[in-house]
């Protein structure tokens, strides 16, 4: 565990051990989860101040009739691995009554985790791992990516997610990647929701729809920038025996984590909507100068801004089952084929609608239900004892697969990875003798073969593709054991088993 920290921002005061509140604040209700082994940085907590600004945003609203009486922002939460967004910090949580927060979404929307438990054991992975970095770069970089979709399945799988794409795509279609989508269709039940989030249009995505005929497109199968990844891992150490069993964790055993969301399919679909609150607000009304606009539930744009959620939501779900699809094609090609099972799939920038519950909007921040929260339909099987977490640390460090306690407190949330210490730009400004040690010890697959004798000519190629992993080198994360401790401590989520990566894929 890391020394911990005496210093904190003088805004905050402490209420326990795990919780902290912003000084003076009656309203709306915000807990900050942190316990004293976790910084939360000055920067998350200046943009945390301006989130809370909507409440008196909402009252002004209210007043011109523009949200009803009801309206409300009810709570904030934060999570441990807050840190600096773009308005809104990463790892928020926000509970509204009658209106919607775009911006509390995000960009990438659907952006989430899958883990995939299998029978291959660890000492087989490490003993090809030169074939398998091989096989990953050309499945993932090098054209090796084969998902050809009709434009009616694409909109099936915009419209309706999952089961769109089980009701469109026939048995009989076995080409590209498909084989192993019928092979794993009962993976379904184990994604939130199905993975099929209804929508009643497609919202400017016909350039993306294409042609009639079966085409491969750029976007499906994408790992995106950033911190997004596709990793094998090992079982580490079981720490919950019962539902390390149920879930089909064992030591020594090889894991796959995907961890991407909508890439610009995401980002097309939150420009539909992001013009439309300004258009509501009146022209005398000082707009906020945060950009933290709302959109109605009584508004029609309500309907178009809820199409385009379910558009990239469904998006993301099939971009990380294809992820892990091409991990497998790999896998099975190099080690020979072996059973796998999908323990479950989420998305951690999304909006839930929940009966009689309020609007829960999350912005890097995992669902943490248990059974009796989440309920029958969710995706989320009885059998597994509560939902399953996955929190992620920096590359290079262990990830942690969690359950959710249901607490109410949290809004059923918890974090969705260790959360950054240090911006990409501090990063690069990072300790290059650590960044050079960390890249002789473990191996990471990008589009550069740094190996190529061809690109050891272009020194400038190879020095961007290195500045880009540095931005995500371990040192730029806050400690994910702290993160886990805070989780557990307040009864948030309680950890099941550490898993330690093998190999990470990065796009």
Not at 6 to 23: A, E, M
Not at 67 to 87: F, I, M, N, R, Y
Not at 103 to 108: F, L, S
Not at 351 to 366: F, T
């Amino acid at each position: 565990m890391s020394k911990r920290h005496s210093f904190l921002d003088k805004r905050l005061g402490r209420l326990d051990d795990t919780r902290l509140v912003v000084k003076g604040l009656i309203h709306p209700e915000t807990t900050i989860f942190a316990n004293k082994d976790v910084l939360v940085e000055s920067s998350a907590v200046d943009e945390l101040l301006q989130v809370l600004e909507l409440d008196e945003t909402v009252e002004q609203l209210k007043e011109r009739k523009i949200l009803p009486a009801s309206a409300e922002l009810l709570k904030v939460v934060v999570t441990p691995d807050v840190h600096k967004g773009s308005g809104i910090p990463i790892g928020t949580v926000l509970a509204t009554r009658g209106f919607v927060v775009p911006a509390a979404i995000g960009n990438d929307i659907g952006c989430g985790m899958r883990l995939h438990t299998t029978d291959w054991k660890a000492d087989e992975v490490l003993s090809k791992l030169d074939e398998l970095e091989k096989g990953f770069r050309h499945a993932y970089f090098e054209g090796g990516r084969n998902i050809p979709m009709t434009r009616a399945q694409r909109e099936a799988l915009f419209k309706h997610g999952l089961a769109g794409l089980r009701t469109n795509v026939p048995q009989t279609q076995q080409d590209g990647l498909w084989w192993l989508f019928h092979q794993h269709a009962s993976d379904i039940n184990h994604v939130e929701q199905c993975g099929s989030y209804q929508a009643s249009r497609t919202c400017g995505l016909d350039d993306f729809l294409g042609p009639e005929e079966l085409t491969r497109d750029s976007q499906i199968g994408s790992i995106g920038g950033g911190n997004h990844f596709v990793e094998v891992q090992r079982v580490e150490r079981i720490l919950d025996n019962e539902l390390a069993y149920r879930w089909d964790l064992r030591v020594g055993q090889v894991t796959l984590m995907v961890h991407s969301g909508s890439v610009a399919i995401g980002h097309l679909c939150a420009e539909q909507y992001a013009t439309i609150p300004r258009s509501l607000y009146p022209k005398d009304l000082k707009h906020p100068h945060n950009k933290l606009f709302v959109i109605p539930c009584t508004d029609p744009a309500y309907n178009l801004f809820l199409d385009c959620l379910h558009n990239a939501t469904n998006f993301a779900f099939a971009n990380r089952m294809f992820l892990a699809l091409m991990a497998f094609d790999v896998l099975n090609t190099t080690l020979g084929e072996r059973r796998s099972l999908l323990l479950y799939d989420t998305p951690h920038n999304f909006m839930r609608i929940d009966k009689n519950l309020p609007l829960i909007h999350r912005k890097g921040a995992c669902p943490a239900r248990n059974y009796s929260v989440a309920g029958p339909g969710s995706g989320l099987g009885q059998s597994l004892l509560g939902e399953p977490v996955l929190v992620p640390g920096s590359m290079g460090s262990s990830s942690y697969v969690l359950v959710g306690l249901g607490n109410p407190e949290a809004l059923w949330s918890a974090s969705h990875g260790a959360g950054r210490r240090l911006s990409r730009g501090e990063a690069l400004k990072g300790n290059n003798a650590e960044f050079e040690k960390f890249m002789r010890t473990f191996r990471v697959v990008t589009p550069v073969d740094f190996n190529r004798q061809d690109l050891r000519q272009r020194p400038d190629i190879i020095a961007r593709k290195l500045e880009d992993i540095k931005t995500e080198a371990p040192y730029a994360y806050k400690n994910v054991e702290a993160v886990v401790a805070t989780l557990n401590e307040a009864g948030i989520a309680k950890p099941v088993a550490e898993l330690k990566p093998i190999m990470t894929i990065k796009g």
